[in-house]
């Protein structure tokens, strides 16, 4: 079928299989051009199939020649209806992976239930043992707790007071005021109880107990800080209380596996186009206009350049993981920069319909944001007949 993208709202409800593996196969091309890791042999992904967890995990199996086990939530094709972008990510991936001289094993399912985590654990254990690498990249809007049936959804909202701001519509280029109202107790409860560390503590206690953790092990999950412009919507909101709660979660798992050799880390990664970030208020007007000056300024970085920095500078470079004064890994440290930071603000003060494409890149964030689902991706025929399914090697 041709398949064409279809948007609505902040979200593509289509995706186009070949566009997707072209997208892959450049994050391929990227890490292996690059000088080979010596790290982690045996790699667990949850959230593998898109973003960050999607580079993660090609960076652990084509710049470490990694094992690694992916876990995502993705659709496959059905009927008329495309599978999602994870879905053609993945099968990519995976196509990639057998050929090398890594092995690959994907999970599709919820990983917040304990389902797939004990099939995650039986996997590990008759494929490869153990592994030395977690990481958790989850990002979700709902989550059903697997003790108590519980349904929690995530906000992104203040707290305290209305947080109003500049924001864009990223189709048309319309420069508007959000007006967020803030959030309930409740609703901070359950972006916690989603995006915190809960779920992240169950997976490392759940891969312990069974014995399919080495020693020595480590662990990473993502989180983000940013600039003033979002403190109130992001970290200092119901967002950034989840991330409070997964940063005290990594320290408690450091500790925890501190007792084996091993090591826990929050990764505060930069600003990108993300399924998920596209779905922030205010987030993707701040990421044109960064985008702009650090493309501008020859720093501009994607999901893959920042993971290919995490693996060999930081988590496996030479000597101790270097942390800020909170223990955290800063490869946000580039959009922090103070030069950076000054000429965003300026941009900030002036960006309004009439100049935002030439204020910001908000083409290049648009055109990203469709690249996300395989869309607007050179050496693609949009017009030819497309086979939406694709079959995912290794699926267990
Ligand atoms: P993303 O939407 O691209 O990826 C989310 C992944 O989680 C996908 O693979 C999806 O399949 C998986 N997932 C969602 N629900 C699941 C479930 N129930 N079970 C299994 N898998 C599930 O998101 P992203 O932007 O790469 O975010 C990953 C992490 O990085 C998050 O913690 C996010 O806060 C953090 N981060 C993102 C940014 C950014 O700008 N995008 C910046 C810094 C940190």
Known sequence: MIIQPKTRGFICTTAHPDGCASQVQRQINYVKEQPAIQGPRNVLVVGASTGYGLASRIVAAFGASANTVGVYFDKEAEGSRTAS????????????????????????GDAFSDEIKAKTIDLIRAELGSVDLIVYSVASPRRVHPKTGEVFSSVIKPLGGTYRNKTVNFHSGEVTEAVIEPATEDEVRQTIAVMGGEDWQLWIDALSEAGVLADGATTVAYSYIGPEITHAVYREGTIGKAKNDLEATALRLNEQLGANGGRAFVSVNKALVTQSSSAIPVVPLYISALYKVMKEKGLHEGCIEQMYRLFSERLYGEGATPVDNKGLIRVDDWEMREDVQAEVEKLWTDLATENVYELSDLEGYRREFFQLFGFETDGIDYEADANPDVAIPNLR
Request: net charge negative.
């Open 85 to 108: 972008a994870g879905w053609y990510n993945s099968a990519a991936f995976e196509a990639a992976a057998q050929d090398s001289e890594s092995k690959s094993y994907s999970i599709v």
